[in-house]
């Protein structure tokens, strides 16, 4: 069974830095897309960044430049590395995998811009 667990979320000034990590257990081959959604109050939840087993990576349009995804293969993790955050960044960021065709999403890490 294929399970993600989130860290790093937390409370953060305007303009500051916060690193999401995820660890995914229950895989044997690496995931050929991993990635992390957000979901705001009343709003529908967004894909946020993606970066598939070969590196490649996609972004939504109002966090390039300001958010770098990364994953490390071998412990099966990804990360979001986010800077210069703003108020409308507070949301709910859950890991995401497509593993074997199938979709896979963490329980979400509350990340809060103070402003």
């Known amino acids: 069974q294929v399970q993600l667990v989130e860290s790093g979320g937390g409370l953060v000034q305007p303009g500051g830095s916060l690193q999401l990590s995820c660890v995914a257990s229950?895989?044997?081959?690496?995931?050929?897309?991993m990635g992390w959604f957000r979901q705001a109050p009343g709003k529908e939840r967004e894909l946020v960044a993606t970066?598939?087993?070969?590196?490649?990576?996609n972004y939504v349009d109002s966090v390039k430049g300001r958010f770098t995804i990364s994953r490390d293969n071998g412990k099966n993790m990804v990360f979001l590395q986010m800077s210069s955050l703003k108020p409308e960044d507070t949301a709910v960021y859950s890991c995401?995998?497509?593993?074997?065709?199938?979709?896979?999403w963490g329980q979400g890490t509350q990340v809060t811009d103070s402003g």
């Open positions: 229950g895989i044997i081959f690496s995931p050929k897309i």
């Open positions: 995401y995998v497509n593993y074997r065709t199938w979709d896979y």
């Open positions: 970066v598939t087993s070969e590196g490649t990576t």
